[in-house]
C-alpha cells in the first residue's frame, strides 16, 4: 500500500501528444481539450486580478487595527517574500510541466500521489472558499454603494442587514447564529462569476482585464490624491507596544503577516491555466513573477498610505479605504470611486479564483481521484462546465452562510500548505530528475526552496494554532474521501499494478 501511496505521475510527455502541441499536453486523444488561448499578458493580467482585490480593500484595514498599526506595511513585506520564494519555485515548475493542476500536478510528479492528493484538497480550501470568503466582501461594498446611492437620491435602496450578511459566525470553532437570514449579493456575484467562467476562458480573461484596469486606476488615483492628507502622526509608534500574544508588537506584526497573505492567494492561480497558455515556457514564469512584483508594490503603498491618512484604530470595517476617506469631507467624491473599485478590484478576485477551482478538480478527475465527471468539457465553449457548476453552488452557499474572517483564515492556511509543498517538490525535482529541461531555474535553489518552505509553514502556524480544530477536521474529510474513493481508482496507479 505505500508503494501505491507515493507512486509519482510520469513527467515525460505522454506518447500521444501531437508534434509542435507543448510537452505534458494534458488530455486524451479522442476527447475535448482545454482551450490555448491565453498569452503572457492574459498572464499578468490574471494574476493582477487574482491578488488585488480583498487585500488592499478589506484585510488592510482590519489588520492593522487588530494586529500590527502602521507597522501592517511590514507584514505585507514578509508575507509578500514568503510569497515571492514560493513564486520563483511555482515559474520553474509551471515552464517544465505546463498542465492545469497547479501545485497539485507539481508535487504528484515529485513527491507522490498521497501528498498530491493532500496538497489538491487544500487547494480546494483555497480556491473554493476564496471565492466564498471574497463574495462576502463584495457584498459589504455593495450594500456601501446602495448606500451611498440612496444619500445622493434621498431614496432607501440599500438592503436590510438581514439580507446582505452572514447568518453564521464561528465562536470557539462552531457555527454560531448571528440573527440575519441570508447574504443575497454574495449569491448573486457567485452566480454571474460562474456563469462567466461557463462560456468560455476568453471571454473570462477579457472581462477581468477590463476589471483589472479599472480598479488600478482607482488605486492609482487613490495614492496620488490621499498622499497630501497624510499625518505623519498617524504613524507614530510605528509598530504600537504589545499587548498580548499577536496584538501588536513584533508578534502583532507576524499575526498580520498570516491575514495578509489571504491577499497574494491569486498569484498562483495563474498557474492554474497553465494548460490553457500559448506558450507557456516563456509565458508562465512572466505571469506568475510579473504580477507578484506589481501586487506587492501596490500593497505596500497603499498600507503606508492608508494608515498615513487615518489613525489605524478605526479601521477595522468591512470596507476600511471608505472608512478612511470618510474621514475627510472634500474627498467624498473619491470615497466613492473607491467602493466602485473595490467592487471591480473584489469581482476580478472571484473570477481568477471561480476559474481556477474547476480546473483543479479537472486535473484531479483526469487521474482517477474524484468522479470523472469533474473533467467533462463542453464541446462548444471548451470549458470544465460540470466543475464550474458545482464549485459556484458551494461557493454561493458558503458566501450565503458565513462570514468573512474564519473562511478567510482557511484559505491562507490551505495555500500556505500548498505553497511549502511546491518549495520542496522543486528541491527534490533537482535530485531525482537532473537531466529534466528547465526552461526557469530557481536561483540559488539550495537556499531559496527550504527558506520559502520555512517562512510558508511560520505563517501557516500563525493562523493554524487558533483554528486547529477546523483545518483538522477538512483534513480528516478529505483523507476519507481519498481512501474511499481516490486510492482505489487512481489511474497512475492501476497502470503501474497492470505493468507488474
Given at each position: ?7 509519482t ?31 503572457a ?10 491578488v ?37 519555485c ?30 489538491g ?27 451611498l ?18 447568518p ?13 437570514v ?11 462569476i ?35 492628507y ?49 506558450n ?9 513573477l ?11 503603498l ?11 484604530r ?13 474621514q ?8 466613492g470611486?473607491v ?8 469581482s ?16 484531479m ?65 533537482r535530485?531525482?530528475r ?14 531559496v ?51 507488474g
Amino acid at each position: 500500500m505505500s508503494r501505491g501511496l507515493f507512486i509519482t505521475k510520469p513527467v515525460e510527455p505522454a506518447p500521444h501528444v501531437d508534434a509542435g502541441e507543448p510537452a505534458h499536453a494534458d488530455h486524451l486523444q479522442g476527447e475535448a481539450t482545454l482551450k490555448r488561448a491565453l498569452t503572457a499578458k492574459h498572464l499578468v493580467m490574471l494574476g493582477i486580478g487574482g491578488v488585488i482585490g480583498a487585500g488592499i480593500f478589506v484585510l488592510t484595514g482590519q489588520a492593522a487595527a487588530a494586529h500590527a498599526g502602521p507597522a501592517v506595511v511590514l507584514s505585507f513585506v514578509l508575507a509578500g517574500f514568503a510569497c515571492a520564494l514560493a513564486g520563483l519555485c511555482y515559474a520553474e515548475f509551471a515552464a517544465m510541466l505546463p498542465v492545469s493542476g497547479s501545485a497539485y500536478s507539481y508535487s504528484y510528479a515529485t513527491l507522490g500521489e498521497f501528498v498530491a492528493w493532500f496538497i489538491g484538497w487544500c487547494l480546494v480550501l483555497e480556491y473554493l472558499f476564496a471565492v466564498a470568503t471574497v463574495s462576502v466582501g463584495w457584498s459589504g461594498y455593495f450594500n456601501e454603494l446602495l448606500q451611498l446611492l440612496s444619500d445622493l437620491t434621498g431614496t432607501s435602496i440599500a438592503l436590510p442587514k438581514e439580507l446582505a450578511s452572514a447568518p453564521f459566525t464561528f465562536v470557539n470553532g462552531a457555527p454560531t447564529p448571528t440573527g440575519t437570514v441570508i447574504n443575497l449579493p454574495a449569491i448573486g456575484i457567485v452566480a454571474a462569476i460562474s456563469w462567466l467562467c461557463y462560456v468560455g476562458i476568453t471571454q473570462s480573461a477579457f472581462v477581468n482585464a477590463i476589471i483589472v484596469t479599472i480598479k488600478l486606476v482607482v488605486i492609482l488615483l487613490f495614492l496620488a490624491v490621499a498622499v497630501r492628507y497624510i499625518q505623519p502622526e498617524n504613524w507614530h509608534p510605528f509598530i504600537p507596544e504589545s499587548e498580548g500574544p499577536g496584538k501588536f508588537g513584533w508578534g502583532g506584526i507576524a499575526r498580520a503577516a498570516a491575514i495578509v497573505f489571504f491577499s497574494y492567494i491569486g498569484f498562483d492561480a495563474v498557474s492554474t491555466a497553465a494548460g490553457e497558455a500559448k506558450n507557456p515556457q516563456r509565458d508562465m514564469p512572466i505571469g506568475i513573477l510579473g504580477s507578484l512584483f506589481i501586487c506587492t508594490l501596490l500593497y505596500i503603498l497603499v498600507s503606508g498610505t492608508l494608515t498615513g491618512i487615518a489613525d489605524f484604530r478605526i479601521l477595522n470595517t468591512p470596507e476600511p479605504v471608505a472608512t478612511a476617506l470618510a474621514q475627510y469631507t472634500s474627498l467624498n467624491w473619491l470615497r466613492g470611486l473607491v467602493v466602485i473599485g473595490a467592487l471591480a478590484g473584489l469581482s476580478s478576485v472571484i473570477l481568477v479564483m471561480a476559474i481556477a477551482q474547476p480546473r483543479i478538480f479537472y486535473t484531479m478527475s483526469k487521474d482517477g481521484l474524484i468522479p470523472r465527471f469533474f473533467s467533462k468539457i463542453h464541446p462548444k465553449y471548451q470549458t470544465p462546465y460540470v466543475g464550474t457548476i458545482i464549485v459556484g453552488i458551494l461557493a454561493a452557499s458558503l458566501a450565503a452562510s458565513f462570514e468573512i474572517g474564519v473562511l478567510g483564515e482557511l484559505v491562507s492556511m490551505g495555500t500556505l500548505l500548498a505553497f511549502a509543498t511546491v518549495c520542496i517538490g522543486v528541491l527534490v525535482l533537482r535530485y531525482t530528475r537532473p537531466d529534466l529541461p528547465r526552461p526557469f531555474r530557481v536561483p540559488l535553489a539550495i537556499v531559496v526552496c527550504p527558506v520559502g518552505a520555512l517562512a510558508c509553514l511560520f505563517l501557516f502556524w500563525q493562523a493554524f494554532s487558533e483554528h486547529w480544530r477546523l483545518m483538522t477536521a477538512w483534513v480528516a474529510i478529505g483523507m476519507v474521501i481519498y481512501f474511499v474513493y481516490g486510492y482505489r481508482n487512481s489511474k497512475i496507479r492501476k497502470a503501474a499494478i497492470a505493468a507488474g
